[in-house]
Each structure stands twice: as C-alpha cells, then as structure tokens.
C-alpha cells in the first residue's frame, strides 16, 4: 500500500510540491524586484540637493 500525504499517494505529492515552489517564489520575490526597480527609476536624472 502506498504512503499517503492527506488524500495522495506520496509518489503524487511530491511532482505537486515541487511545482507549487516556483509560483510561491515568484510570488514572494516580486515585490521586492518592483521595489527595487522603482527606486532605481526615481533616482533617473535627480542629483542631490535639487528640487523639482
């Protein structure tokens, strides 16, 4: 008898895991790199100490 994870056989679990981690990933990362990327685009052709 197979090895059961909840209602699936741990043979079917783990191909189900492994492509869930991406979209979690992406999911977590995304913020950050548009973060990032907005800072990046407000400092374009600003220097220090000039007002807008």
């Given at each position: 008898?197979?090895?059961?994870?909840?209602?699936?056989?741990?043979e079917r679990y783990e191909p189900i895991i492994t492509r869930g981690r991406e979209?979690?990933?992406?999911?977590?990362?995304?913020?950050?790199?548009?973060?990032?990327?907005?800072?990046?685009?407000?400092?374009?052709?600003?220097?220090?100490?000039?007002?807008?």
């Amino acid at each position: 008898m197979p090895t059961m994870i909840g209602h699936v056989s741990q043979e079917r679990y783990e191909p189900i895991i492994t492509r869930g981690r991406e979209p979690v990933e992406l999911q977590t990362r995304s913020p950050f790199d548009l973060g990032d990327l907005a800072l990046k685009s407000s400092r374009c052709g600003r220097t220090a100490g000039s007002s807008a």
